[in-house]
């Protein structure tokens, strides 16, 4: 009995531990706030830990833009900045971007968006918004903006990815579960 406690308050430990960590910046050089990089104009702000949650940012017109520094603040700022794009559905997380029932290329109504599914016919073009699904270590997922294709990758620009991770990423353009799906202007 006394190992089943042991290892049950170890895992307990651990499990608040970890989500401390998600929330404090370990960078040496970065601030919470910081620029780190920008597409079109519109800016990525460094967010310390990926947990680490601040005010909700809203547009000048009281626009929802989301939580400040986190991916889908950057999404949605982006979306409205650089191509004026207001989604109806103004809340939720990374992978309430994405509508399970939508069939290949039909409108998120919720995003005023189309939706493709990773496997489409179709590919991913500039300006189109990458949704990574949840893990175990992420219940939220995960969205991105597309900000070059060629013809055997793509990159994404990103923000709250993590502490010392890239704000843009190369991917190989395949039929993969790693990219869950896209969605694009009309």
């Known amino acids: 009995m006394k190992k089943i406690i042991l290892l049950l308050l170890t895992l307990l430990i651990l499990y608040i531990s970890f989500n401390l960590l998600k929330k404090v910046n370990f960078h040496p050089t970065n601030k919470v706030g910081d620029v780190v990089d920008s597409f079109h104009d519109v800016k990525v702000y460094f967010n310390g830990g990926v ?3 601040d005010e909700r940012n809203l547009a000048s017109d009281g626009y929802n833009l989301g939580i400040k520094y986190q991916c889908v603040e950057f999404v949605k700022r982006y ?5 004026k794009h207001k989604m109806p559905d103004s809340y939720g997380n990374a992978i309430d971007f994405f509508d399970k029932k939508l069939k290949d290329g039909e409108i998120n109504k919720q995003r005023n968006l189309y939706q493709y599914h990773n496997g489409s016919t179709s590919s991913p073009k500039i300006n189109d918004i990458i949704i990574f699904d949840k893990h175990l270590f992420n219940p939220y997922g995960h969205v991105a903006i597309v900000c070059n294709v060629n013809e055997n990758n793509i990159t994404i620009i990103q923000q709250n990815a993590g502490v010392f991770s890239k704000t843009r990423v190369v991917y190989k353009l395949k039929k993969s579960t ?3 799906i896209w969605i694009t202007m009309f």
């Open 51 to 53: 947990g680490h949650t």
């Open 79 to 83: 979306y409205y900045k650089a191509l």
């Open 178 to 180: 790693t990219i869950t």
